[in-house]
């Protein structure tokens, strides 16, 4: 199993930045990539972005394409989702996720952090 972790949630103000971190731990060894999703009430969660574990190839929903970006070091277990030019529209509950080889979804789930972009 893998456990995850987030930190970096926060209140920002409009056109601001934040760093969101995922610690993974455990059988990191079984990971194939990390995801980072989100959820607002009433919605479904989402996709945001999602890097591969070893080779770094990454992926972004259309809606934050040039405004995050999705990173990993694996050498200090760590994967962080950089987020600039907030919008209000990013408020959200951000949780990151782990795909583990042989597995077709994303099954491990962290607790998430709140998100909160303010105008």
């Known amino acids: 199993q893998v456990q995850l972790v987030e930190s970096g949630g926060a209140l920002v103000q409009t056109g601001g930045s934040l760093r969101l971190s995922c610690a993974p731990s455990g059988r990191t060894s079984s990971i194939y990539a990390m995801g980072w999703f989100r959820q607002t009430p009433g919605k479904e969660r989402e996709f945001v972005a999602a890097?591969?574990?070893?080779?770094?190839?990454?992926a972004y929903a259309d809606s934050v394409k040039g405004r995050f970006t999705v990173s990993g070091d694996n050498a200090k277990n760590m994967v962080y989702l950089q987020m600039n030019n907030l919008k209000s529209e990013d408020t959200a509950v951000y949780y990151c996720?782990?795909?583990?080889?042989?597995?077709?979804?994303?099954?491990?789930w962290g607790q998430g952090t709140q998100v909160t972009v303010s105008s």
């Open positions: 890097i591969r574990w070893s080779g770094g190839s990454t």
């Open positions: 996720a782990a795909q583990r080889k042989d597995y077709r979804a994303y099954d491990c």
